[in-house]
């Protein structure tokens, strides 16, 4: 990453390890300056329930509008964690203006499947569109998937995605979320 990139990327806990890098599609340093964050924190520890242990402690981070975030760090340093934070998901203190959950898609690492059809959950709350979601099956390669199971995107994919792969459910449960991905 370039370190003019890198600058304008806001860093989170030291402690943690965790770092937030901004891609290269960051708006100007000009407009960093003049925009309204989207999401900041200020001095926040994130615990997972009121009386336990932080699990982060001293974060403090700015996103952008229209900016592209990254957020890296070592196995169980809590980049889960701070994006169950982003979503008011875990208990906070401190300074936190989270995310507008109304406009959030969240794609967690344990993939999320309701016992209704593999269509409906691919599809989700939105409407179907058959020419989008054509793109979307060859776009996730599902099509195969669907030819070989009995019923196709018809069949119940069973509690928790019973029916599926582990990959599978990866593959159905992606084309549904955007904007936040784990
Ligand atoms: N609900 C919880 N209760 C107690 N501890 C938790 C809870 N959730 C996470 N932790 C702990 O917080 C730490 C950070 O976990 P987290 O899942 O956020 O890490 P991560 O950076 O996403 O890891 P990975 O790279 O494996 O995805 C871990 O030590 C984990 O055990
Ligand atoms: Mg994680």
Same mark, same amino acid.
């Given at each position: 990453?370039?370190?003019?990139?890198? &600058? #304008?990327?806001?860093?989170?806990? /030291?402690?943690?390890?965790?770092?937030?890098?901004?891609?290269?599609?960051?708006?100007?340093?000009?407009? +960093?300056?003049? &925009?309204?964050?989207? %999401?900041?924190?200020?001095?926040?520890? +994130? =615990?997972?329930? %009121?009386?336990?242990?932080?699990?982060?402690?001293?974060?403090?981070?700015?996103?952008?509008? /229209?900016?592209?975030?990254?957020?890296? *760090?070592?196995? *169980?340093? @809590? &980049? =889960?964690?701070?994006? !169950?934070?982003?979503?008011?998901?875990?208990?906070?203190? @401190? =300074?936190? +203006? *989270? %995310?507008?959950?109304?406009?959030? $898609?969240?794609?967690?690492?344990?993939?999320?499947?309701?016992?209704?059809?593999? !269509?409906?959950?691919?599809?989700?709350?939105?409407?179907?569109?058959?020419?989008?979601?054509?793109?979307?099956? #060859?776009?996730?390669?599902?099509?195969?998937?669907?030819?070989? +199971? #009995?019923? @196709?995107?018809?069949?119940?994919?069973?509690? @928790?995605?019973?029916?599926?792969? $582990?990959?599978? &459910?990866?593959?159905?449960?992606?084309?549904?979320?955007?904007?936040?991905?784990?």
């Amino acid at each position: 990453m370039p370190p003019a990139a890198r &600058k #304008s990327a806001c860093a989170v806990s /030291s402690e943690s390890g965790i770092e937030l890098l901004n891609s290269g599609s960051s708006p100007p340093n000009k407009d +960093i300056k003049t &925009k309204k964050p989207l %999401i900041e924190f200020l001095n926040v520890s +994130i =615990t997972p329930s %009121i009386d336990a242990e932080p699990i982060l402690q001293g974060v403090n981070l700015q996103i952008l509008p /229209s900016t592209l975030t990254m957020v890296v *760090g070592p196995v *169980g340093s @809590g &980049k =889960t964690t701070l994006l !169950r934070a982003l979503l008011g998901e875990v208990h906070m203190n @401190g =300074t936190a +203006i *989270g %995310i507008d959950q109304t406009s959030a $898609g969240y794609c967690d690492q344990v993939s999320w499947l309701r016992n209704i059809s593999i !269509r409906d959950n691919i599809i989700g709350p939105a409407r179907f569109d058959e020419a989008w979601y054509d793109t979307v099956l #060859s776009c996730c390669l599902l099509q195969e998937d669907l030819r070989e +199971i #009995s019923g @196709g995107d018809t069949a119940l994919a069973g509690s @928790g995605g019973a029916i599926l792969s $582990g990959g599978q &459910k990866q593959r159905v449960v992606r084309p549904s979320t955007a904007h936040i991905s784990d």
